[in-house]
């Protein structure tokens, strides 16, 4: 590594010992100047390197490469697992943001359990946000910096596959035409 | 159609629409490419094979009602108004299983991310931490801070109020002598001559306000006739003639 | 900058995660092979960084540059106004020091509440101006040089006096209505 300018020692330094990921203006605040160039010339130091500078949404830190995680791994305990609807919920959630409980129920085809919500919410992962305005007020729900960082992903943009399954119609508003199967029975002679 | 999927029970599902799923993923080919009939008659047949065992979740019979309908609306002959179409209903039921298929992959490509605290690391010593000391600058200008010695001192200085003695003829002391003079006087006389001799001053001039009010007052109850010539000629008063 | 070898990265990554320093041996645990030359290019690539390799004893650890610890604390302005009670209480201090709090309560005439001279002394501008011999010994309080240049004067006989505060209409009591005697007893009063 060349020796780097005075602002780039200052951005990694702080970068360096911050417990959490930074924003530009927690960054720009501790060293009083515009830390963007310096994450430039940072990003590419560490490119290939042990440890990454990784920008996860409006954040940066510091990381160990992916690629050594088996060397890591083996001093870590693996991540208590989480439930199969835990999963989808949060899928629905990162993919449709902001969605109501209702939608995302919608899209499972049963209801949320009662846990499910709070083992993301307490993983830092969503966040209510904000309710929509139609009829009852819904609450929505929608990711965090937290789960950006946590799945490796620089901006929801690059979630897998969201391109594709905007475009192949799947990630659409959703249809709840089967949510009162009974309903529909009952109103089957109805128009739409 | 995998036989096994057919034996494990309903506990094994998230709801109807997660067996359903299985059971479609079950015929191997794409979702989209899936026969919905094919797919319904798998799922009231498993229905019907669980029913004798346990008790089967409301929600699983309503689907199974539903898709019986949907199963007899595809096969009877189409009614040309048919409304809903059957064909509109089963695309739809394709493409909510779609969507659970597409959520449920993209939640097992999401877990298997290189995952912070499982894959990649942050830092492990709490190191140095920032800390941000908070320093309050108080705000205030050299004129709040007189302006606040002003408020002071005028609301502390001991306040004076002092009511300067002054002696009046009230309009009831007025009212009373004029009416008594009334009753001795049988000819026009001028006001200033009921005016108590003695005063002088601001009394007399009190004296003076106060009887016009009161010649006033007794005119108004027909005790008295007032005249005047010209304005700011003598007003001259004397008791009515009955 | 030439990217490091895996071994070099190994190591990188290892002492970067870790939530202690090192040992040699620990180190080598964990990537399999003697980590001595790794740390030797380790602490080449990281010198004049803003991030540095060092050893204590037999540790090693990571850590930022001593030269850049001031960044790591940031000290934030929040601007606010001062308390009328607090302005009050200032202003009588600067026309009257030494002043004990006694004396500072009978000229506004209420009670000084505990944080007032807390926030005055914390602001820089009061200090205590020891203790006066009468009975209780009550502690003094005078204005600081602090106070003089918040407040741009050259000294305390830069404070308009009464005369100067009654031209600028600022001893007009607010609700009294005057009366002509009374104003006439005031002036009267009031010459020296």
Known sequence: MTPPDDL??????VLFASAESLTLDALAAHVGADPRAALGVLAKDYAGRGVELVRRGERWHFQTAADLAPLLRRTREETRRLSRAAVETLAIIAYHEPVSRAEIEAVR?????????????????IRPAGRREVPGRPLTYATTPGFLAHFGLASRRDL??????????????????FDGATERLEKAGDSD | MDDDALTVELEGWEGPLD??????????VDLRAISILSLVEQYLAFIEDQAERLELAADYLVMAAWLAYLKSALLLPR??????????????????????????????????????????????????GLTTVRRTGWQ???????????????????????????EVMTLDAALARVAAMLATRIDWTA?????PP???????????????LAALELARQGRVELDQRAPFAPLMLRRPRS
Chains 1, 3 share one sequence.
Do not use: C, N
Request: charged residues 30%; aromatic residues 4%; hydrophobic residues 45%.
């Open chain 1, 8 to 13: 780039v020692r200052a951005v990694e330094a």
């Open chain 1, 109 to 125: 085809g049963v209801q949320i359990a009662k846990g499910t919500l709070d083992v993301l919410m307490e993983a830092g992962w």
């Open chain 1, 160 to 177: 897998p596959g969201l391109d594709d399954l905007r475009a192949a119609g799947l990630l659409d508003p959703v249809d709840t035409v």
């Open chain 2, 19 to 28: 067996l359903l799923l299985a059971l479609a993923r079950s015929q191997k």
């Open chain 2, 79 to 128: 009614e040309p108004e048919q409304d809903p179409d059957p064909d509109e209903l089963a695309l739809r039921l394709q493409l909510r299983l779609e969507r659970l298929d597409a959520m449920r992959e993209a939640g097992a490509r999401l877990m298997a991310r290189d995952r912070l605290g499982r894959d990649v690391f942050r830092r492990g010593a709490a190191g140095e």
């Open chain 2, 140 to 166: 205030v200008e050299i004129f709040d801070l007189i302006a606040a010695y002003g408020r002071v001192s005028a609301r502390t200085r001991p306040a004076l109020h002092v009511v300067a003695s002054r």
């Open chain 2, 191 to 195: 006001i200033e001559r009921f005016v």
């Open chain 2, 198 to 212: 003695s005063s002088t001053g601001r009394l007399r001039r009190s004296a003076l306000a106060s009887s016009f």
